[in-house]
């Protein structure tokens, strides 16, 4: 009986301590180990912070020359003091880490196809897409090229040396909140993961091309009616490099048209592209344009708003430089910013930059491949994906010399079973890490400019300002010189006649200095006019942000630094007020009831604005998007994936050609016209409205309630992200906030003999949900107000706004 | 006496060792305690329950008002939770439990080596 008893017991004790101590599968949803995460000693409650910092003030790091300050102002910016670039990076990964360690590491897991590991089966699809399209294996590639460099591979150990310091440092009660919410430990930083960072930025700004889409479209309708929905060059475009320009090159090649066809079968699947439409602004105006005579510089990049932050800000200070800016956590340099003589930013140059290969294997086995007359070896490579609670998954990826072959039997099974290769711009190593600590030490444009030289992918519009007053813009990248319409769709991969003939030599690439208009401007738009002798394309050309930037500063003299946040903040829709008047001219008012029309009377009053609570912005979005769909039906009820039209040639189309066949609505027996469209869709609109009134109760419909711009944190949890924020601006306008993307930074940096900053971001440094500084630039993003940036000369500087000071000992 | 005595013991071990002892010590500091003092089973039992459960209350209840819930409510919300005081009153109980069982498991094991009084005699 006794023995009994204590059976009992001590079997509930150890049962109790078992099921507290495991992750519980509850429906969906997944517990973390709920002892080990309750606990108020150790688990998520130490985890919550009273003070915005929590660091000792003193330590050592084993491998430090000599002794680094760090002063940490009231916006918790570190301010880092070293004497030489092997310190200051070792510093820099303690920082970064201690700030935003779970955040780095989950971004080379996602990189890497890695994420099953911590998250299970459901993001094997993911990580599977990663492997294919060949991030790992061009991550070892760029690390090994990386190693002839000493001056940036050092700096990439100093900072793994700085992040692995802090992992060991850390016991289970100091680790970053999702760790013990998911249940797993952080493993050891290295110089790969960087090169992982850098890839999971080439893959969101460079793989949005639609070649495969194209490829079908062409198929289906011809070249001629490809030309006219998809043109190189729209007309009215307003490109990065003023029109006009003179190209005086002198070492130009032009590549070599093959002159054979080649006839690809319709392809039915293609994976998930990046958010098509991500993009940036920068300019810069020079002194001619100024109140005060200084180069005045502004840049906001828009990507995926996340929390915490994609973005991290420092100072870096050594005897050798003197620069402050945005980092993105897991890279150890300053990607945009500036130091005490030049000012540096950028928006990304998109070009289509990745091509598929159709190649022909010998049989089924897939050993060897056709290639000019020849049957050449394929490298396959089987990569084991790890899945939490489940079995490893294996994947056979076959390599050709042109790059993985992605789309196969095995992956997005199409019917064709083609094997198509893909050639990437990312599969080349590169230096863009060179190019980034050689930006940090410039001091005038020709440092400038020998500094970005190395800056390969992705490619990104450089604006350029410094204290003399001077501005310019460089479209930078390593461009494949490409034959006409090379790559727009799949090619042959059989011969050598498709290949990729050199690149576009450096010297020319588009690129301006002073220009006579007094400013240099770019957001995401065309980089040249079509006098450009190099021929240029991609499919994700931005129409109007750009000529709104442009409009301003042209029509501006005399311009200060509140005009450019002003404008950094501007809502004003040029696709809007070249749209809208049409519409409304269009709609047969007499047919329409008194009641029906106030949406229509809404949008005449509007002011193309796209402000918070503005009704107007929420109707011509559901009215533009019902019309869209109706006038390329054929697009989107097509069996096989179809490029989609941009809507500027939308508009194009509607006014200079109302008789365009795509305006007739395939599947019905009557023929369409614009103006049917116009009037059907504007019904379709007041249904939308109804249903969207019906599905949300006692709402008022609006620019922030239709949009219900988020900022999600990385692992989707809710209570962890800034939810449907009161926000203004949509993707056409000069402010980009859309429902789930818009600028990730703005800064406004003022180029006299002082120089004076100010910033803002959708985030805040610390990326602890439990730290009081997690949101703490949120509401400043929101409103469109800013920051001070204050930019230590010494480290006894602003001593006011100093809040904690932290010394590094070797 | 003994029944305060074990509560202050458990207390006191449990502040110290639990920042750099897996969370489940709550269960041996008691179980231990309860073969060095002994005492009936719901003495036993009671003297971890309320020992670790108001320890957990207090250092979370704390936790919570320092930081003005800044996690708290985060992570109640995340559980379904309506209000944090559930959460620091889950974990409270999570902690009461535990600690509850090892202080009777304990108790139930030292009784295995006491020999039984004969009634004949």
């Given at each position: 009986m006794k023995f009994f008893k204590f059976l009992i017991s001590i079997g509930l004790t150890l049962a109790s301590i078992y099921f507290l101590s495991i992750r519980l599968h509850v429906g969906q949803s997944t517990l973390p180990p709920l002892g080990k995460f309750l606990n108020p000693f150790q688990g998520f409650w130490q985890n919550a912070k009273p003070g915005s910092i929590d660091e000792p003030e003193e330590f050592s790091i084993p491998g430090l020359s000599e002794k680094v300050t760090i002063k940490y102002d009231t916006n918790l910016i570190p301010h880092i003091f070293a004497q030489n670039n092997q310190d200051l990076y070792t510093a820099a990964g303690y920082v970064a880490a201690s700030q935003r360690l779970w955040q780095i590491e989950l971004v080379t897991h996602h990189a890497a196809g890695r994420l099953s590991e911590i998250i299970g089966n459901k993001t094997v699809n993911m990580d599977r897409e990663q492997r294919r399209i060949g991030m790992t294996w061009s991550a070892r590639k760029v690390l090994e090229e990386w190693k002839k460099y000493p001056e940036i591979y050092n700096s990439l150990e100093a900072y793994s040396n700085g992040v692995n310091h802090y992992i060991h440092s850390l016991e289970y009660k100091d680790l970053p909140i999702e760790y013990k919410l998911l249940d797993y430990e952080p493993e050891n930083w290295t110089p790969y993961k960087t090169a992982l960072v850098l890839k999971y930025m080439s893959k969101l700004l460079t793989i949005s091309e639609s070649d495969i889409e194209n490829t079908n479209f062409l198929k289906i309708y011809g070249l001629d009616t490809l030309n006219e929905i998809f043109p190189?060059?729209?007309?009215?475009?307003?490109?990065?490099?003023?029109?006009?320009?003179?190209?005086?090159?002198?070492?130009?090649?032009?590549?070599?048209?093959?002159d054979t066809l080649f006839t690809v079968p319709l392809i039915s699947n293609v994976y998930e592209k990046p958010f098509k439409g991500l993009g940036s602004n920068n300019w810069a105006v020079g002194k001619s344009k100024t109140t005060d005579g200084t180069a005045i510089f502004a840049n906001d990049m828009h990507l995926t708003l996340n929390l915490p932050s994609i973005w991290f800000v420092v100072q870096y200070h050594t005897p050798e430089?003197?620069?402050?800016?945005?980092?993105?956590?897991?890279?150890?340099?300053?990607?945009?910013?500036?130091?005490?003589?030049?000012?540096?930013?950028?928006?990304?140059?998109?070009?289509?930059?990745?091509?598929?290969?159709?190649?022909?294997?010998?049989?089924?086995?897939?050993?060897?491949?056709?290639?000019?007359?020849?049957?050449?070896?394929?490298?396959?490579?089987?990569?084991?994906?790890?899945?939490?609670?489940?079995?490893?998954?294996?994947?056979?990826?076959?390599?050709?010399?042109?790059?993985?072959?992605?789309?196969?039997?095995?992956?997005?099974?199409?019917?064709?079973?083609?094997?198509?290769?893909?050639?990437?711009?990312?599969?080349?190593?590169?230096?863009?890490?060179?190019?980034?600590?050689?930006?940090?030490?410039?001091?005038?444009?020709?440092?400038?400019?020998?500094?970005?030289?190395?800056?390969?992918?992705?490619?990104?519009?450089?604006?350029?300002?410094?204290?003399?007053?001077?501005?310019?813009?460089?479209?930078?990248?390593?461009?494949?010189?490409?034959?006409?319409?090379?790559?727009?769709?799949?090619?042959?991969?059989?011969?050598?006649?498709?290949?990729?003939?050199?690149?576009?030599?450096?010297?020319?690439?588009?690129?301006?200095?002073?220009?006579?208009?007094?400013?240099?401007?770019?957001?995401?738009?065309?980089?040249?006019?079509?006098?450009?002798?190099?021929?240029?394309?991609?499919?994700?050309?931005?129409?109007?942000?750009?000529?709104?930037?442009?409009?301003?500063?042209?029509?501006?003299?005399?311009?200060?630094?509140?005009?450019?946040?002003?404008?950094?903040?501007?809502?004003?829709?040029?696709?809007?007020?070249?749209?809208?008047?049409?519409?409304?001219?269009?709609?047969?008012?007499?047919?329409?009831?008194?009641?029906?029309?106030?949406?229509?009377?809404?949008?005449?009053?509007?002011?193309?604005?796209?402000?918070?609570l503005a009704k107007a912005p929420a109707y011509f979005e559901m009215w533009t998007k019902e019309l869209y769909l109706i006038i390329w039906d054929e697009i989107f009820d097509s069996d096989v994936p179809l490029p989609h039209p941009s809507s500027y040639q939308t508009v194009w189309l509607m006014k200079n050609e109302p008789d365009f066949e795509f305006f007739d609505i395939k599947n019905t027996p009557e023929k369409e016209t614009l103006n049917n469209l116009i009037n059907i869709s504007y019904q379709k609109c007041l249904q939308d409205i109804k249903q969207w009134r019906a599905d949300n109760p006692g709402k008022e419909l609006n620019r922030s309630s239709y949009f219900h711009t988020s900022i999600m944190h990385y692992a989707q949890i809710p209570q962890f992200s800034a939810m449907d924020l009161e926000v203004g601006g949509c993707g056409d306008v000069v402010n980009a906030i859309t429902n789930t993307h818009g600028p990730s930074e703005r800064i406004v940096v003022k180029m006299g003999d002082s120089i004076q900053a100010w910033h803002t971001y959708p985030g805040g440094q610390s990326g602890n949900p439990g730290n009081p500084q997690y949101e703490h630039f949120l509401q400043s993003w929101i409103k469109g107000t800013y920051f001070p940036v204050y930019y230590f000369k010494n480290q006894d500087d602003y001593p006011d706004q100093t809040i904690f000071s932290q010394t590094i000992t070797p | 006496m003994k029944f305060v005595l074990k509560i202050i013991l458990i207390i006191s071990l449990s502040y110290f060792l639990q920042p750099h002892l897996p969370w489940w010590i709550i269960g041996v500091i008691p179980f231990l305690l309860s073969i060095i003092i002994k005492t009936n089973g719901a003495s036993s039992f009671f003297s971890g329950f309320l020992s670790i459960g108001g320890l957990w209350f207090?250092?979370?209840?704390?936790?919570?008002?320092?930081?003005?819930?800044?996690?708290?409510?985060?992570?109640?919300?995340?559980?379904?939770?309506?209000?944090?005081?559930?959460?620091?009153?889950?974990?409270?109980?999570?902690?009461?439990?535990?600690?509850?069982?090892?202080?009777?498991?304990?108790?139930?094991?030292?009784?295995?080596?006491?020999?039984?009084?004969?009634?004949?005699?």
């Open positions: 190189d060059f729209a007309e009215g475009v307003d490109p990065v490099i003023p029109p006009g320009t003179k190209w005086d090159f002198k070492n130009e090649i032009k590549p070599i048209e093959p430089f003197n620069a402050y800016g945005h980092i993105l956590p897991g890279t150890p340099y300053i990607i945009q910013g500036f130091n005490d003589s030049i000012a540096w930013g950028m928006t990304n140059a998109y070009r289509d930059l990745v091509d598929w290969y159709l190649e022909k294997f010998k049989d089924e086995n897939r050993d060897e491949y056709l290639y000019d007359g020849n049957w050449l070896l394929a490298n396959k490579v089987i990569d084991t994906i790890k899945v939490r609670d489940d079995e490893d998954i294996i994947d056979t990826i076959v390599y050709t010399h042109h790059g993985p072959v992605v789309y196969d039997r095995n992956f997005q099974a199409n019917s064709q079973k083609v094997n198509l290769a893909m050639r990437w711009i990312a599969h080349e190593p590169s230096l863009e890490l060179l190019c980034l600590d050689k930006l940090v030490k410039s001091h005038n444009y020709d440092d400038f400019k020998e500094a970005i030289k190395y800056f390969s992918c992705p490619p990104q519009n450089f604006a350029f300002a410094d204290r003399k007053g001077n501005v310019a813009m460089i479209v930078q990248g390593k461009f494949p010189n490409k034959y006409y319409d090379q790559g727009k769709f799949i090619l042959d991969g059989t011969t050598s006649k498709t290949e990729w003939q050199g690149f576009i030599p450096l010297d020319e690439n588009p690129q301006i200095f002073n220009p006579d208009r007094g400013f240099v401007s770019s957001a995401n738009q065309h980089p040249v006019d079509k006098s450009y002798p190099y021929w240029v394309y991609t499919n994700n050309n931005e129409y109007y942000r750009n000529r709104r930037i442009n409009n301003f500063l042209n029509q501006t003299d005399s311009i200060n630094y509140k005009d450019l946040m002003q404008l950094q903040n501007d809502t004003y829709s040029i696709f809007a007020e070249e749209t809208l008047p049409l519409l409304l001219d269009s709609l047969k008012r007499d047919k329409i009831s008194e009641k029906d029309l106030t949406v229509a009377r809404e949008l005449g009053n509007w002011d193309y604005k796209y402000e918070p | 207090y250092i979370s209840y704390n936790i919570d008002l320092e930081t003005h819930s800044i996690l708290t409510e985060k992570i109640a919300s995340l559980f379904t939770l309506n209000n944090s005081v559930y959460l620091i009153l889950i974990t409270s109980l999570i902690g009461a439990v535990v600690a509850g069982l090892g202080g009777l498991s304990g108790y139930t094991f030292i009784k295995l080596f006491e020999k039984k009084k004969s009634p004949y005699y």
